[in-house]
């Protein structure tokens, strides 16, 4: 039987994909990029935003609707809240939380019977299982990236935020299984591999004096590459700034194959804001951090975090928001509108900032961000730099790259056999998020 799945959300969720991928396959089902010919169709949602949930329904009626002209079994995972937990159980066949992914052959198998699996609504807190579901060897979709899961769930709560309520609390994983996966795939020639968690910099910590904490598996894997002798990448994500410690920043600096990329979640430039958000950090906290890894790694790149519109944000604060802004001069931020999500606190809160007010504060950072990233990639204009060549870019005859601090870079060349290797490019131009460059080494047909 052929099965597809589509995946919404975030990083981890993509990581999930991999891990639904083996287990399927393994159980003798045959994947198809076309919807329409599977038997069996997942998906793997995101009740973070409203957006990603309305995907879902849309979806989902699709697939309902065919039904009567076909045999087919619809199941959902990933970050649910409870309320759209239980309202998907009338939408789909199965539901499953991820911890149970090895028993998903088995309820498709049985669909049809009820059993516990299928009536139980709700997310564990304390993640029970969590390690067969780890213990899964993913299905890896590229030759050359690869998504890691260092932890699963979270403990700060932000009043905004619906993971507390769709993976539970914080469960970090076995040092020594996220380090033999880290072997394997450098050992397989993969150049970027990325650690995730919902808040990475946290890992261990629910588990004091068992296991490693954050900055010593950062540099477990820095001895590891020095041992390996391979040239490889890095990176993690997300990282909270109330755990984030100067001996974080110092190890990345220590070893080459840490990236020297730093996504450092702001939320917003405002005190009170961070406060009615539950943050646990301000700004004199975060500005410490930056400061840090301006001093100690002054060529890393940094990314954040910001929501826009959070409730009662006064044009006042959002100022606040954009004087960070000129003040930290991000390389990136992926800004996000707010929108109430059931369960988590602020959703009791009046959602009072007019939607078009959100649209224009998005707008307004967005082209702060533009500000200030184009004198930034002007100042790279005639160096070389490293580039990890991602697949062909949308400029016809060239191909797409990322620099080590995950700036994209684009060249020409039409050989896809460099996709995947490392490369020297020398930046030629620049604009405000991108940067176009030669290759150095013409080491393939060009």
Same mark, same amino acid.
């Given at each position: ?12 969720? #993509? ?31 995101? %009740? ?124 970090? $994983?076995? %040092? ?61 994500? %997300? ?37 009615? #958000? ?43 928001? $954009? ?107 620049? %604009? ?15």
């Amino acid at each position: 039987m052929k099965y597809h799945v589509v995946t919404l959300g975030c990083q981890m969720n #993509m990581s999930d994909s991999e891990r639904v991928i083996s287990v399927l396959d393994e159980a003798g089902y045959q994947w198809t990029d076309n919807e329409e010919e599977a038997g069996v169709i997942g998906i793997l949602a995101c %009740s973070v935003r409203q957006k990603a949930i309305d995907k879902v329904y849309s979806r989902i009626h699709k697939w309902n609707k065919w039904k009567n002209n076909k045999n087919l079994v619809t199941f959902i995972s990933g970050c649910i809240l409870p309320d759209d937990h239980e309202k998907f159980l009338k939408l789909f066949d199965i539901t499953f939380q991820m911890k149970d992914l090895p028993e998903l052959p088995k309820m498709i198998s049985s669909y049809g019977i009820t059993t516990p699996t299928h009536l139980n609504v709700g997310i564990d807190p304390h993640n029970e299982n969590i390690e067969d579901f780890w213990n899964v060897q993913p299905h890896y979709q590229s030759n050359f990236e690869a998504f890691i899961p260092i932890q699963n769930g979270c403990d700060k709560f932000c009043t905004y935020c619906a993971v507390p309520y769709t993976r539970g609390r914080e469960v970090s $994983r076995p %040092s020594k299984d996220i380090i033999a996966e880290v072997a394997l795939l450098v050992a397989q020639g993969y150049k970027s591999i990325t650690l995730l968690g919902q808040n990475v910099n946290s890992y261990g910590l629910d588990k004091k004096g068992e296991e490693l904490t954050f900055p010593q598996l950062l540099r477990e894997i820095g001895e590891l590459g020095k041992r390996m002798n391979k040239e490889f990448w890095l990176y993690f994500t %997300s990282p909270h700034p109330r755990d984030m410690t100067d001996e974080v920043i110092e190890v990345i600096a220590e070893y080459p194959v840490l990236g020297k990329q730093i996504h450092l979640p702001m939320q917003s430039g405002d005190d009170k804001v961070l406060m009615r #958000m539950n943050r646990k950090h301000n700004m004199e906290k975060y500005r410490h951090i930056v400061e840090t890894i301006r001093r100690i790694i002054p060529q890393a790149t940094l990314f954040t975090d910001v929501i826009v519109g959070f409730t009662g944000e006064t044009e006042e604060q959002f100022e606040n928001t $954009r004087k960070a802004f000129d003040e930290f001069k991000f390389n990136m931020s992926y800004t996000a509108i707010y929108s109430p999500r059931p369960g988590a606190t602020s959703h009791r809160w009046v959602d009072d900032v007019p939607l078009e007010e959100k649209k224009r504060r998005l707008h307004q950072l967005t082209e702060d961000l533009r500000k200030h990233n184009l004198p930034y990639n002007e100042s790279l204009v005639g160096q070389t730099v490293r580039v990890l060549v991602r697949g062909e870019d949308r400029k016809e005859g060239f191909l797409t790259s990322y620099t080590e601090g995950k700036l994209t870079i684009r060249f020409a060349c039409t050989d896809k056999s460099m996709i995947g290797q490392f490369a020297d490019v020398k930046i030629t131009s620049a %604009s405000d998020f991108s940067l176009e460059g030669e290759l150095v080494e013409v080491v393939a047909s060009c």
